[in-house]
């Protein structure tokens, strides 16, 4: 009996299954799955079921060797050249693989099993570390370099939480080492003070009294005085104002806290309080910094002991002592940067330390009648500043100096003289009482009156006219630049920048930086 014939109307619907039969074999949920050698289209392509996965033909087949690239080869070999044959364009990574080439094959972050590699790059098919931030959930990388597709500890100054640690650098976290790396864009974020020399943390406004006699707001009595709204009018009250508790903020009539032009708990605000608005934050302890903005300042003096205080000048803080002591330190440990002490006149120095600690860095005192920095009794750092053009100071009613007299340092304390510029005195530029002889060290002493130090152990630097224009830094043809290593030099000059600029770091306050 002859086979029976199918009419046309039966024959069209099997042949159009027929001509799909292979769209269905290759079309699949993710691409590379597989359960058989036919759902893999790529010629010479072969499922392996134990994974799932099509693996290429020149993965299968090609030789070993020690092929730069890897892009085809065995399992654990590669091709001697790095052999591209029958390479599918989703099979390889960004990076140079050493094994079989398969479609990794993920359309979302499910299919991306390796914890080192959670996120699904959908566009290639392939899992990497990260594509934001999200993605990263490791203590210490919690941030995505989203070009390298690999989470970091930071790649900005927002990922790095720990107040102590506020800089990303090369997407690591750490402390900050200059003023700058703190600046603020507005009152009511901080001073724009590293405090580099205590922890690393960039200050904040909660901790920070303010003086500021050219803010036409200041005032030494009002209740909120000492924020940078209104801050304290003369010097000795604003470092007063550190010596006692901060008292609490106000409480509004509607039982909220007042602030500046907001309400608090249903309330409305009783004026500008002390705990809202851009001067305020302030706690109920004492404050350890004092921001002095100038130029014009009175003098102050500290005398508190087991504190630590932190003075910042700003805006040219510049302290006229006229017939008092510019800075006077007799307790605690107090650190100075940026002020310019001078024109004090014939019967006290310009900065007095005869108790406690005084670090002075990146500070000028000159133009004061009876000398610039006398320390007797007391621990000093002095580094990166400038003592020059001062008048004749007597001590103990015999000994005359003129830029610094170094005396008795009480045991424990420290007693460093660096990179100081010491020029232009009436008398010896340093001098160190009998039985001190401290060490003056990467110093520029020079064209001072009578000689240049006595007693101390002063390591001469450079010699000749140092070549320093009128505001005390160096030119581009002075003798003191490139003369120490930089272990034996401070780590950034007066102005703040890094040193060594050069492969030396230069003698005196200033690094010079070519223009």
Known sequence: MSAPRLSPARLFPLLALAALAPFAACTRATPGYCTRDQDCGDAGATCNTNINTCIMADAANGTGGAGAGGAGG????????????????????????????????????????????????????????????TDCTTAGARACDTAATKCVECVGNSDCTDPTRPVCDNQACRGCKVDSECATAGAAAGPGVCMFHLDGHCATDSETVYVAPGNAACSDSAANAGTSLVPFCTSQAGIDATALPAAPPPVDAGGGTSDAGNTDGGGADAGAGTDGGAGSGIPASPRPLVVMRGPSLTEWSFNISDRT????????????????????????????????????????????????????????????????????????????????????????????????????????????????????????????????????????????????????NYAVCCTGDPGLNASYHLTATSPCKDQLPANMSTAYDIDGNPRPYNTLSDCGADEYVVP
Request: with cysteine; glycine share 18%; charged share 10%.
């Open 74 to 133: 065995s399992p654990g070999s590669d091709g001697a050249a790095g052999d591209t044959g029958g390479d599918h364009p989703a099979t390889d990574g960004p990076s140079s693989d050493t094994g079989a080439d398969v479609y990794h094959g993920c359309v979302d972050n499910h299919g991306c099993t390796d914890p080192s590699k959670p996120a699904c790059q959908i566009d290639g098919g392939v899992c990497v570390g990260c594509l934001s931030s």
């Open 309 to 456: 205080l932190t003075v910042v000048g700003q805006s040219s803080a510049t302290v006229s002592p006229g017939g008092h002591i510019g800075v006077h330190v007799s307790a605690g440990t107090v650190y100075v940067r940026s002020l310019h002490v001078t024109g004090g006149q014939t019967s006290q120095p310009g900065v007095v330390a005869d108790g406690g600690e005084l670090h002075l860095d990146r500070c000028i005192v000159d133009y004061n009648g009876a000398g610039g920095v006398q320390v007797d009794g007391a621990g000093f750092e002095i580094t990166n500043s400038v003592l020059a053009n001062n008048g004749v100071g007597t001590f103990n009613g015999s000994t005359s100096w003129s830029g610094a007299l170094l005396g008795v340092v009480p045991a424990g304390k420290p007693a460093t003289f660096l990179n100081n510029t010491v020029v232009n005195n009436m008398a010896p530029g340093v001098v160190c009482t009998q039985g001190n002889s401290h060490n003056v060290l990467g110093s520029i002493l020079s064209q001072n009156t009578v000689a240049q130090s006595l007693v101390c």
